[in-house]
């Protein structure tokens, strides 16, 4: 767009100035858009009112140095003539300075490839590359009434008659052209003496403007002109209107006022129909009556006529006093009754809606109604679950289907004669008719299913959610699609398939069109699908469509598609919408660097190293809904990315910080639109100047430098550290003698402490179990005794005494047991090792312990040859018998021991074995462990010196020890070879 500050660009959404033409106001005022026959390229030309030229080409706007002024055309000018303007478009910008000596004017108008037409007085000549072709005869004729189209020169006159000034041939004469089309239509043609003619010479369009009706006037290839009627009802006089440009792919005007800027018109593809006697035209179910007719469940009709924009609109009495709030749910029926409900309640009226055949309640609420295979009528409730009923059958009444109870279903649709698909607000099941069964499908657990899509003989069952998206389920595999960025499509509605392979669908935000083989697509490997939105500015009174109504779309016999809302009755006909998709050029400018503008849109630049950061803008041409652009960028440093793909804003901005000199780039990519990946890409690379302390020279220097002062803080640290060395080294020497001599007196101590340790330890333990316990029974057991005596019971004191004594002997060799043990550690002495027979060593502690055994019905039994010989100290391995004998017969009376041995070439084992309650798994673990830290230790709750001596001795004797029960206990002592053998000689 030409300005009086510049020239603006406008990519659909944002307004970009380029005004950096010169300083002074005729530099950056803007004569117009150009044609210069010379020009080499398509680029577009524009003029500063200097005279310079401007080129437009990729986004940017410069000045051309190759071009000065304006070219010089032959003929020459007349000495009679004021000056000749180049007329470039209509309305001509000086007509009111120039009207009134228009007879001294020769006006210029410029055609591509070196041709240009000349008007002066009475004649009209045409030149090629300033050679004259031809010359017409045209006396007296307004210069404003000249335009371009095509190769050729036409006058349109003040009746509406088109002249044509050829430049094919040498026909030189004028020819008078019919204009055909709706132009012929208007009422103004009546008087045909009050137009206006808007012509553009670099776009090649001419307008005609009649009253307030726009024409476009064009030509076809066959070399037919005709006018179309592109914009009616809009005053472009009283706007001051002076240059048009019309889109006739997308059916938008765009015009520029010289008051009031720029005004954009778009044609709306989309019809709303609404009720004008209702208040409130929300509309949800619908079913479709004939052809070309709606019915809601209210009992409105909306009848569609041939003529354009034309429906009448009714009203079924009988059923709108029925139906009043609950307008979800309508059907007709194949025999053309009609079915609706409200609440509880269900209507069948007959095909013309004025009479009521049936009603009836089903408590619970009715949620919808659905007509399945021959006739049935499924109806969904609330909280009763599955109901249907056969209109066909003699006293047919609404029954509960035989199934599972099913909550709030919301959807009711057949796939086979078989099969129901059935949406809940709890999920989605396929129910089995034959039989009943209901198959829940996994994933869509506690989801609130809104509709369902299920094409014939496909396999695919296409389902919507509320607030969960939408999925396709294809076999077992069920697929959840991305949402849009604001998520506008987690709750839709519904989904309606086009006959080009389109998905329609509506939300509470707009309406969404997908390609279904997109979807499919993504199925097989994931993308980011493009979803082209629709928004109230295409023809909705409103962005929020209305659902949960089945069917929420119906089709009428011509095509057009009509969609609930809360706000009327969107009508389509879905394949006459062309999407504008996005798919222009992407452009990376407006840049700032440090405080400095560049509108530079280059593949690559160079910053000084001073830069601290780059803020740059991005756009696009795009004029249809923003929501539809979706831009990302990446931006990378020497080739290593910085960030992931990142979304634009609003503002299409990035700001991107310079870390450290280096090669910047920032790659921008863009949705296309429909197809897999369809993206285009753009990047800017920026190349920032590294500081000197960056380069590579200064890292060799500064490298050098701190391996140098390394070096000599490395030498000096040597040199001390020597020194020191050899001063600690005396020391040293002095100090290791001393402790050497310490560390032997300390050993020495540590041992004689760690063997009075154990002493105190073993000698605390068996006093206070072994000896005081027993000595104070002792006492009682004397009063017993004193007591049998006098009450003259002799043998029973003499047997108790006789008793009194073996624990009393007992007591003696325990305690001489505990002197063997400890004598040989407090003289320093070692084990006396001699040859010993088993058989005698274990018959001798059997005989202390006859009378005990006798008492607790203790039985002793031996199996050990009487000359099996051992090499070990024959004390402690008496006590060892000498504990084991005693615990076994004091375990419990009726106790049995077996004491044998068992002989291998390598080993021999003396194993004592009794049938008690066993020993408690923490003694045998700890009996068994090796662990000599907790030799001296016994288990928690235990007492007594048997035991501890037990595993004590085992390894004074380097005999093995092993305790298992089995059930009663069995300790195994394994003698090796060096107890079977003797000492060497």
Known sequence: MSTERGLIRYDGHRLVKFDQFGDSYASRNIYGFQLHPSNPTNDLLAMTHEGKWIRIAKGEARIDPDYKGYPAYEPSKDPAAREDPVIQSLPFVYEDQYSNILSRFISIYPFRAGAHYIHYQDHVSYYRKNKLVKRFSFPNKSIFNFFRLDSDLYFLDKGLNLLQFTSAGSDSSVRQIAIEGEILRHKTLARRNDFMLFWNNVSDQVFVLLDKSLYHISKSKSGVISGKLILDGFDLRKHSVKAVYYDPLFQRVYMGSQLEGLYILEKQPFDVVVDSKSKANIFYGQALLGDNQILTPDGKTFKKKAAPGTVISGNMEPLSKLVSWD?????????????????EEIFQFDSTGNKLISKWLIKGGVTNLYEGHKGRIWIGTTTKGLYYLDPG??????SPFPCQLLPRISWIEHQTADFLWIGTGKGLYRL????????????LENIYIRSLH??????EVWITTYTSGFFLLKGNKLTRFPLDKQQYLASAHC??????GFFWMPTNRGLFQIKKSDLLAYVEKPFIPYYHYYAKNVGFKTNEFNGGCQPCAVRMGDGTVSFPSINGLVWFVPEHIKPELPGGQIFIDNLDINGKALTSNQ?????PASASEVDLKVSTPYFGDRYNLKMSYRAFRDGTPISNWKEFDENTAISMPFLAGGEYTVNVRKLNGFGPNNYIYNRLTISVNKQWFETWWFK???????LALFYFILRLRIRAVKNQNQLLESKVKERTLDLEQTLRVLNNSEKELAQQVRLHIHLLASISHDIRTPVRHMSYALEHSQNLIEEKKLDSAVTFLSQLRQAVDNMYHMIDNLVNFIKPGIRGESNAVTQVKLAGLVKEKILLFEQIAAANNAHIETDIASDETIFTDPKLLGIIIHNLIDNAIKIRNDNTLRIYTRRSPSNLRLIFEDNGPGLPAELINWLNSSNSDDDSILPAGYEGLGLLLLKQISKLLHADLNVTNGPGACIRLTFREKSLAGPNP
């Open 495 to 500: 989904i309606f398939q086009d006959r080009r």
């Open 327 to 343: 307008r979800v749910s309508v059907l007709r029926a194949k025999s053309g009754d009609i079915w609706t409900k409200q609440g």
């Open 393 to 398: 059958q003699p006293k047919n009444s609404p």
């Open 700 to 706: 060799v220097i500064f490298v050098l430098g701190i």
């Open 432 to 443: 089995h008719l034959p039989t009943g069964k209901l198959f829940p499908v996994a994933g």
């Open 603 to 607: 593949k690559q630049i160079s910053v």
């Open 454 to 459: 299920i094409p014939n003989g496909l396999g």
